[in-house]
């Protein structure tokens, strides 16, 4: 009991160190499908099996590890595979860590996740968010269509190079078969440039 209180300051001091733009006025630089698609190893669509929230090994931030089952692999996966992400945050007990404009996954619900290996706080290494709320796109059914929902909706997005500040899709989404084959468009484009320049 008498290390709850330092523990609990520790946490919400990591996260500042993290995440200081987040705090000071929640606010990311926008970015678009292409350059989330370019930056980022890993692109799928997965549906959250379970989730678990630990310290980590220094007792000092609480990590959520995520297992995935993978329905589409457009980049750096197989399909019909597990994975597991890890994201900084998450409850223990009665203590909680959050990031502001941080990725949450819910245990049931399938997402468009742009992912890439980054160390957090005890974890080095480890598949990530890195680009946030920005990087994960829910699914959900629209009147018969799938439809791919910015989590960075409702985030105060800094303009990007075109002026636009709303996340791809915007509150409606982008249609998720359009999207899928735009994505692997991308991704074709950039094998075949790889091998022309080897």
């Not at 160190?17 to 190893?41: C, I, K, Q, Y």
């Not at 223990?92 to 502001?100: A, E, N």
């Amino acid at each position: 009991m008498p290390h709850r209180p330092r523990r609990a300051l520790l946490v919400v001091l990591l996260v500042s160190v993290l995440t200081p733009t987040a705090l000071m006025a929640s606010t990311f630089l926008r970015t678009d499908v292409e350059g989330l698609a370019r930056t980022n190893s890993t692109v799928v669509v997965a549906e959250v099996l379970s989730t678990e929230s630990y310290w980590n090994d220094n007792a000092d931030f609480i990590l959520t590890e995520v297992h995935l089952q993978v329905s589409e692999a457009i980049k750096g996966a197989d399909r019909n595979t597990e994975m597991v992400v890890t994201l900084p945050g998450g409850t223990v007990g009665d203590l909680s860590t959050l990031l502001i404009g941080g990725a949450q996954l819910q245990t049931g619900a399938s997402y468009l996740l742009f992912l890439s290996k980054a160390n957090l706080p005890g974890a080095r290494g480890v598949k990530t968010v890195r680009d946030h709320a920005q990087g994960v796109f829910r699914i959900v059914d629209s009147q018969g269509q799938s439809r791919a929902i910015s989590q960075a909706n409702g985030l105060h997005l800094i303009a990007d190079a075109k002026g636009l500040t709303q996340p791809p899709g915007g509150e409606v989404g982008l249609e998720l078969d359009t999207l899928l084959e735009s994505l692997r468009s991308m991704s074709d484009d950039t094998s075949t440039q790889q091998e022309v320049n080897r």
